[in-house]
């Protein structure tokens, strides 16, 4: 399948997009994992991302693009799930030049609207796998990392994301509301959005997916 995921930070985009890889082998191609890969790395792209990253800014477009468009290209024949990208109209407009390129079309745009109480909630208790290659996540309270904190995948520590202090987190959501929520406007006018607003992620990939299905069935021109 062909689908973007997008919602505020914490509305479990992440968690989604793996439960949705795991149905047809779909590639999961998530912009902020790969920029804290290239981070960690210490690549040039990742230190010029890693400012803006600190502080919950977006990272310009210019870095961005070229990411996305050598992932696509990669895993066209399987299919993706976009989780992280786009976040703003004029990406999305680049997405639709990249898709055209590539002679591909969306199935559809999720957008996982979780209400703000659940998402300060569960940034709260969000924790990640530090090892890069993995980045694995847990909910202290609903999925655990193992004893000692460290990750059932690879063992390595599970921590808090550098970029989940409070000041990043409010920085996250405001560009969220400001830049990323218009997207949403975008692409109901291109009958491309489905608005999920289960907080459970058994009942959104349910969602997700019947609405994928009903898509290819009958498709939107
Ligand atoms: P995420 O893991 O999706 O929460 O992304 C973490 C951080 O990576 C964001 O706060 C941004 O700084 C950066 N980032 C991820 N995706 C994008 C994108 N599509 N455009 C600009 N910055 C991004």
Sequence with gaps: MRVVLSGPPGAGKGTVARALVAQDGSVPISTGNLLRTAVAEGSPLGRSAEGYMLRGDLVPDSIIRGLVERQLRECADR?????????????????????????????????????????????????????????????????PPEAGNTCRRCGQPVEPR????????????????????????????????????????????????????????????
């Design 162 to 221: 550098p970029d989940e202090t409070e000041h990043a987190i409010h920085a996250q959501l405001k560009v969220y509301r400001e830049q990323s929520a218009p997207m949403a406007g975008h692409y109901q006018r291109k009958g491309l959005l489905l608005v999920v607003r289960e907080a459970d992620t058994k009942a959104a990939v349910a969602q997700i997916l019947g609405a994928v299905a009903a898509r290819r069935r009958c498709p939107v021109e």
């Design 79 to 143: 299919g993706f799930i976009l989780d992280g990208f786009p976040r703003t109209i004029p990406q999305a407009v680049s997405l639709e030049f990249i898709m055209l390129q590539l002679e591909l079309s969306l199935d559809l745009v999720a957008n996982l609207a979780v209400p703000i109480d659940v998402l300060l909630e569960r940034l709260a208790n969000r924790r990640t796998c530090s090892n890069v290659l993995c980045q694995e996540i847990y909910n202290l309270k609903s999925d």
